[in-house]
């Protein structure tokens, strides 16, 4: 189906690579209007130079409920609205280890970004969509969140957190214009992915039918339906993006 962004406003967290970029740079050119949230701004420089007149680039620490209650309100002053949020920002965390390995630390670590991030940063759009009857937001998920994955304990556990969230916050803004919605794609060719030891990339894609991973622009194509006005009689559900290896 053909989407079209024009004159909407689209937050996207983890903007600077991987499927954030990816996920970016499809709105751009569809005609919306992108805050574009990373804690690497430098970053985001280098990677957005054809759309200044569309694009709001912000260091934001998701963590820091503070800051992207600022960073939100940045972007509502540029461009007066917000109609779509696409939490892409996340981190695996320790991987190969088993749970009585697993260090405390990492684990709150990944939490903090993978799970209270997309809290903070929904929790800061939602009343600017209210007030317009009308938003989108996307929590990026995982197939491990469904599933879990040996040896990603923190990881796993974490997007399961956002598939539940997912689902609350579905239910709760169903009645108001708003859809809320994740997607768990299972391995994709991401910075990510090629930062982990090869044994666990084996091992998550041994567990794909299709006996592949799937594409960036695979997963922007999927993520920009679901936050497209099209997609409006769906809500609280956790989309597929598994290769076949989702079992429900």
Known sequence: MQTNFSA???I???AASGLGLVIAHKLLNEGAFVGLFD???TALREEFTGHPD?????SVDVTDEEMVGKAVKQIIARFGKVDILINCAGITGATNVKSHEVDTDNIRKVFDINFMGSFFTSKAVLPYMLANRYGRILHIASIAGKEGNAGMLAYSASKAAVIGMAKVQ??????????INALAPAVIETPLVHAMPETQVKYMTDR???RRCGTLE??????AFIVSAENSFTTGFTFDLSGGRATY
Request: no cysteine.
């Open 8 to 10: 909407q406003v689209a």
């Open 12 to 14: 996207i967290t983890g």
């Open 39 to 41: 804690l690497n701004i």
């Open 54 to 58: 569309k694009e709001e680039f912000v």
């Open 170 to 179: 579905g239910k709760e803004y169903a009645e108001t214009g708003i859809t």
């Open 208 to 210: 794909i039918p299709m």
């Open 218 to 223: 695979e997963a922007a194509n999927m993520a």
